[in-house]
């Protein structure tokens, strides 16, 4: 089963910020949380991953909460190319198989 | 990046029929890969993990003997759906670790008539 939890669905403004939040109360010591998002009809696409830290790249930035139990994938920018299905997932080492969750699907409003 | 490439794209066969799909690695190297199932406003759902050179292993409740693995080398790995139904017409996703992170194909959509 999915150790994580996100809302079904999230509407953001095209232009705005898009906050996408996530919940892993169970996430043990060495458990990063990754992102993922998987566009109409294609294969998952990496998006951002961290441990403690919180993460930044070209594609978004990653908030992760003191005590690790949650946090936020955020769009900076949200255009009508980022209307998704957006999935945190958490996992150890790098051979882990990755389960996914039913993840929450943004729609970006123009 | 690494890439991870899938073919077919789509494919169409008729009930009773096998098909095959591929799964490549286009500049890495993959021990290890990892076979999806999706159907249409549904999640992921994990089939089985692809070893390079042994048997895969199957998630429960997927039948190992309808959904062949093959992992003959550390550039692909093949998917048989054996006797094809209807119900078996889905999107299949593979997976691979490149570098640092996993990478996924583009799937397969596979229709049974």
């Not at chain 1, 992102?35 to 951002?48: L, T």
């Not at chain 2, 077919?8 to 591929?22: A, D, F, M, N, R």
């Not at chain 2, 290890?32 to 199957?58: D, H, I, V």
């Amino acid at each position: 089963d999915a150790k994580t939890t996100q809302p079904p669905s999230m509407d953001c403004a095209e232009g705005r910020a898009a906050n996408l939040p996530c919940n892993h109360s169970t996430i043990s010591g060495n458990e990063y949380v990754y992102w993922y998002r998987q566009i109409h009809s294609q294969g998952p696409q990496y998006i951002i991953h961290g441990l403690k830290n919180n993460e930044t790249n070209e594609m978004a930035s990653l908030i992760i909460t003191e005590d690790r139990k949650s946090s936020t994938l955020i769009l900076p920018h949200a255009t009508l190319r980022d209307t998704a299905v957006y999935y945190c997932i958490v996992r150890t080492n790098r051979d882990d198989k990755i389960i996914f969750g039913k993840g929450t699907r943004l729609h970006i409003l123009p | 990046g690494a890439v991870v490439s899938q073919h077919p794209s789509w494919v169409i066969c008729k009930s009773g029929t096998s098909v095959k799909i591929e799964c490549r690695s286009l500049d890495f190297q993959a021990t290890t890969m990892f076979w999806y199932r999706q159907f249409p406003k549904q999640s992921l759902m994990l089939m089985a993990t692809s070893n390079e050179g042994s048997k895969a292993t199957y998630e429960q409740g997927v039948e190992k003997d309808k959904f062949l693995i093959n992992h003959a080398s550390l550039t692909l790995s093949t998917l048989t759906v054996t006797s094809a139904h209807p119900e078996d017409s889905s999107f299949y996703i593979c997976s691979a670790w490149g570098q640092d992170e996993q990478y996924f194909g583009p799937g397969t959509r596979l229709t049974v008539t």
